[in-house]
C-alpha cells in the first residue's frame, strides 16, 4: 500500500500534463491539417509570416500560388496560418 500512495502523485502528474499540454496540441494539430487540406483555389488567405493574398493554384507536390500586392509567389501549404486566414474571412463577412 505504501508503494501505490508513493506512486499516486506521479500518475496524477502524467495525467494532468497530458489532458492540459498534450492533447490539446494534438487537437490544434489536427484542425491544422484538415484546414490545409480543405483549402480550394480563390479562397483568401493569411500566411504565418502575414502575407495576406489570394490562392491561384494548388499544386500536388504541396506547395500553392498565392496572388498578393507584391505578385505571385509561391508557397508550401504547411505555411499558410489557420488562425490568421479564419480571424480574415470572417471580418469579411462581418462587414458585409
Given at each position: 500500500?505504501?508503494?501505490?500512495?508513493?506512486?499516486?502523485?506521479?500518475?496524477?502528474?502524467?495525467?494532468?500534463?497530458?489532458?492540459?499540454?498534450?492533447?490539446?496540441?494534438?487537437?490544434?494539430?489536427?484542425?491544422?491539417?484538415?484546414?490545409?487540406?480543405?483549402?480550394?483555389?480563390?479562397?483568401?488567405?493569411?500566411?504565418?509570416?502575414?502575407?495576406?493574398?489570394?490562392?491561384?493554384?494548388?499544386?500536388?507536390?504541396?506547395?500553392?500560388?498565392?496572388?498578393?500586392?507584391?505578385?505571385?509567389?509561391?508557397?508550401?501549404?504547411?505555411s499558410l496560418s489557420m488562425e490568421m486566414s479564419v480571424k480574415?474571412?470572417?471580418?469579411?463577412?462581418?462587414?458585409?
Amino acid at each position: 500500500m505504501g508503494d501505490l500512495s508513493q506512486m499516486l502523485p506521479i500518475v496524477l502528474l502524467f495525467g494532468v500534463m497530458y489532458f492540459f499540454l498534450i492533447r490539446p496540441s494534438m487537437q490544434k494539430q489536427k484542425k491544422e491539417r484538415k484546414y490545409v487540406a480543405e483549402i480550394k483555389t480563390g479562397d483568401k488567405v493569411v500566411t504565418k509570416s502575414g502575407m495576406h493574398g489570394k490562392i491561384l493554384s494548388l499544386n500536388d507536390d504541396g506547395t500553392c500560388i498565392i496572388e498578393s500586392g507584391a505578385g505571385k509567389m509561391k508557397f508550401e501549404r504547411s505555411s499558410l496560418s489557420m488562425e490568421m486566414s479564419v480571424k480574415l474571412n470572417d471580418n469579411k463577412l462581418i462587414k458585409k
